[in-house]
């Protein structure tokens, strides 16, 4: 008797038995190849995971397979590893990890062939770029990695701001190109993608592809069968190219190793830069996490050697690090969002024919329309937020379902007219400017002008153009993008996540003001960077401008250790989401009763709201999972999520399991 185990795309937690197409050779049927089967009322593509002699499945009830689609596994040896080991430590099925290992077509049961070849990048034409001499620190690092170039080691790489990591990881890849081997580049943001990509495929005379979102499904297909079968040395991608097959990888680098888009936050929630470790591990072969603000957990890793720690603590090249000034907006108030202290330092940069750039997290008008009235505040009817006033549209939006509506005339409740618009977006700041600064280009970044294919690409092309201008926006401008004429920057507002509970707020504050602010003085231009604030005693703010961002890690890693949260404890969120909110309570008591014996050092926090309770509709529980070890909450997690599949209503009840979630709140 031969029955085949799949793995189908669906949430079920299980595999799936089918009988083999009558007379089928079974020497062509090995782990790893796709079949397409039926499945209630449709057609399924699963992966075949074994071949088993017995099931506890009668018989007469086994449906047969429909066909066979592939000669060769789709899933090779190591993948089938990475998305077991991905399964089992998220605790998510086998199919629906093996959804997201593999291209949308190869998932529609179209063929493995390369559709594009000119996806791949190859730097045919004329001269590579030579590389750049090094600085002692940057050498070390490059020698250090080289050192152990065939073995299984994690090096987090902490540099400043321009200090020159990308050259280390040419200067590392150049080695191992040299040995025929493949290299992963991982990068958070596809907007990074064409700067990133050109500067490697300028360098070496291989092909190189990169993998991101707004590939079409052809080129994204294109792109794995080029690196599944060797023809391309180089694979640049964002979070799920993490899973691209190789034949011969020999080193993983993840970039702006921190940065929370590496963590799927829908559907199957893993962590890339985590994946990558357990890859690199799989593959016995170097790592590195690059960072000018490494992650909180990175740096404690560090800190106990479990990864090597290498440092650039300076610029490459004559460049020097920004001065940080906190301006205190209780002393120089600010109008329109901008204090006296800066509106003169910007006029002063702006005379000297310098670029200023201004950092505000919130696109928009204004985030609050209110009733002087009655003190009510315009929300959106499926969530529990503030909508925001888009003055280009004249509507108002909500920024976490995107419902509209037209601006009011008049207050909801009371009808009275005169609403009163409060609050600033990036839309008002530049409004604002453009009557301080009427001769001056000002060129505005954030999601709401960036939407247009070639958007960014152009907006990136004005500031180049203009090399005495104001650029003003939200975080799509600060990450990653050299802009060698700014010399001021100015934090609008750095208090929003100072008092926010949430546990990762205050160091991705951190990380996000140090990112903004290594945009400054990048060339031979020194910088300064602005800081307005109604806390300028706030010591994480201090430290963080007086020390730096070590002293700043420290104390954050001091303050997790008080509270006993990451890393020195592992988390585990349930997210529950129900019409009703009270069955959404009642679910997570259920599962918070559920006694998992063996275990004694789980702690269970919960159920509670979560900050946005409602959402879209839908109304958010959570409960919270807390063990000092990895390995009990793993076990815990392994008994406790069939036991909550057997809750009689589960199937009413959206729930979510988040394991190392980044949000807890
Ligand atoms: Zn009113
Ligand atoms: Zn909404």
Redesign the pocket.
């Known amino acids: 008797m031969t029955i085949l185990r799949l793995a189908l795309p669906t949430p079920l937690r299980r595999l799936f038995d089918y009988l083999p197409v009558p007379g089928v050779d079974c020497a062509i049927l090995v782990p790893g190849i796709r079949v397409r089967v039926p499945f209630q009322s449709r057609r399924l593509v699963g992966i075949l995971v074994e071949i088993v002699q017995k099931t506890d499945i009668p018989l007469r009830k086994l449906k047969k397979i429909i066909e066979i689609i592939d000669a060769e596994p789709i899933i090779d040896h190591d993948i089938n590893k990475l998305c077991h080991f991905a399964a089992d430590y998220y605790h998510y099925a086998l199919g629906e990890v093996y959804a997201a290992a593999i291209p949308t077509l190869l998932r529609q049961g179209k063929d493995a062939i390369v559709k594009k070849k000119s996806i791949l990048l190859a730097n045919t034409m004329g001269q590579c770029t030579e590389p750049l001499t090094l600085n002692d620190d940057q050498e070390q690092a490059v020698r250090a990695v080289y050192a152990k170039k065939d073995q299984f080691q994690v090096y987090l790489l902490d540099g400043v701001t321009g200090s020159g990591k990308t050259e280390i990881y040419l200067q590392i890849m150049a080695h191992m190109l040299a040995q025929n081997k493949q290299i992963l580049v991982l990068i958070p943001e596809i907007s990074l993608t064409p700067q990133t990509v050109k500067r490697f495929s300028e360098r070496f005379k291989v092909p190189v592809v990169s993998l991101h979102s707004n590939l079409s499904d052809a080129d994204r297909l294109s792109a794995w069968v080029l690196a599944k079968s060797n023809q391309a040395s180089i694979v640049i991608g964002t979070r799920s190219a993490i899973f691209t097959p190789f034949r011969h990888l020999g080193l993983i680098i993840v970039d702006e190793e921190h940065d929370s888009s590496f963590k799927q936050q829908d559907r199957f929630r893993y962590h890339a830069r985590d994946l990558a470790i357990f890859r690199a591990r799989l593959h016995n072969i170097p790592i590195v996490l690059g960072s000018a603000t490494p992650s909180v957990e990175s740096f404690y890793n560090a800190k106990i050697n479990r990864y090597q720690y290498l440092s650039l603590p300076t610029r490459a090249g004559k460049a020097q690090l920004p001065d940080f000034q906190l301006i205190d907006v209780r002393q120089s108030p600010a109008e329109h969002g901008l204090s006296k202290v800066l509106l003169q330092a910007i006029t002063k940069h702006l005379a000297a024919g310098n670029q200023v750039l201004l950092f505000l997290n919130r696109r928009g008008f204004a985030p609050v329309i209110y009733c002087p009235q009655c003190a009510w505040i315009a929300g959106?009817k499926?969530?529990d937020?503030r909508m925001v006033y888009h003055r280009k549209d004249h509507l108002l939006k909500?920024h976490?379902?995107?419902?509209k509506r037209p601006m009011p005339k008049a207050c909801d409740l009371c009808s009275a007219p005169h609403l009163q618009i409060l609050g600033l977006g990036t839309e008002r700041l530049e409004q604002a400017l453009a009557e301080y600064f009427k001769d001056i280009p000002l060129i505005r970044v954030d999601r709401d002008n960036t939407k247009r294919k070639g958007a960014m690409h152009e907006l990136l092309q004005q500031i180049h153009d203009h090399p005495c201008a104001i650029l003003l926006g939200t975080q799509m401008l600060a990450k990653g993008h050299h802009f060698p004429n700014v010399t001021l920057v100015g934090i609008i507002d750095a208090d929003c996540g100072l008092f926010s509970a949430d546990l990762r707020a205050a160091e991705q504050m951190g990380q996000l003001l140090l990112q903004v602010a290594g945009r400054a003085g990048r060339a031979d231009k020194p910088g300064t960077v602005m800081v307005q604030t109604k806390f300028p005693k706030h010591d994480l703010l201090q430290l963080l401008i007086a020390k730096g961002y070590l002293p700043f890690v420290e104390q954050l890693l001091t303050e997790r250790a008080l509270s006993e949260m990451p890393p020195y404890s592992f988390l585990a969120l349930i997210r529950a989401e129900s019409l009703s909110q009270e069955r959404a309570r009642e679910f997570l008591e259920q599962v918070r009763s559920i006694t998992i014996s063996g275990t004694d050092d789980i702690e269970l926090l919960g159920p509670i709201s979560a900050t946005i309770a409602k959402?879209?509709g839908c109304y958010s529980q959570l409960l919270l999972l807390k063990s000092k070890k990895r390995m009990h909450l793993q076990y815990y997690l392994r008994l406790l999520v069939p036991e909550i599949e057997k809750i009689p209503n589960a199937h009413h009840i959206r729930w979510v399991l988040d394991v190392d979630p980044l949000e807890v709140l």
């Open positions: 959106c499926r969530c937020m909500c976490h379902c995107n419902a959402r879209k």
